[in-house]
C-alpha cells in the first residue's frame, strides 16, 4: 500500500492512509475499509429517501468522518463526487438545524480537502445554493432577538 493513487486490483481508489500498512492486520484493512464504506454509503442513502435528517443521516455522516480518519479517501473518484454532491444537496435544505448543517459542512470541508484528488472537470458546485445559506444564517433577523443559535 502506498501514499497516493493506488495500481493493482485497487487501481480505482483514491487516497489511502500510508500508515495503516504497518499494522499487525494490514491484510484485513482493505475488506474491512470496503465493508464499512458499503454500510455507510447504504445507510446514508436509506435515511435521505426516508427523509429522517436529523438521527439517521447525522448521526452516518459521523460515520463518514470515522472512515476518513481510518481510512483516508479510500474510494473511487466516482463515489467521492456523489457524496460531495450528496452533501451539499443536504445542506442547503430550508430550514435545517444549524446543528446538522455544520456537522455536513465539516464533513463536506474533510471531502474537498484533499485538492489533489478532484479537478475543476469532475466537481462543479453552484454557488447560489450556498450564497443563499450564508445570508439566511449570518444576516437573520432573528438572530439579534435571540432567537437563532449559531453553532460554535
Request: charged share 25%.
Given at each position: 500500500?502506498?501514499d497516493g ?69 479510500q474510494f ?77
Open positions: 500500500m502506498e493513487p493506488v495500481e493493482g486490483p485497487d487501481a480505482g481508489l483514491q487516497k489511502r492512509l500510508i500508515y495503516n500498512r504497518l499494522l499487525p492486520y494490514s491484510d484485513q484493512i482493505d475488506d474491512e475499509a470496503a465493508k464499512l464504506l458499503a454500510e455507510i454509503k447504504t445507510n446514508i442513502a436509506r435515511s435521505v429517501m426516508l427523509r429522517e435528517v436529523k438521527p439517521a443521516t447525522a448521526s452516518w455522516t459521523g460515520h463518514l468522518n470515522n472512515y476518513l480518519k481510518l481510512y483516508g479517501y473511487s473518484k466516482k463515489d467521492h463526487v456523489e457524496l460531495i454532491q450528496l452533501l451539499l444537496a443536504l445542506i442547503v435544505i430550508p430550514d435545517l438545524e444549524l446543528g446538522i448543517v455544520q456537522k455536513l459542512a465539516h464533513t463536506l470541508g474533510l471531502l474537498l480537502k484533499k485538492r489533489e484528488l478532484l479537478s475543476r472537470e469532475d466537481l462543479s458546485i453552484e454557488w447560489r445554493p450556498l450564497y443563499e445559506l450564508y445570508e439566511r444564517l449570518l444576516y437573520s433577523p432573528y438572530e439579534h432577538l435571540g432567537m437563532l443559535l449559531l453553532p460554535v
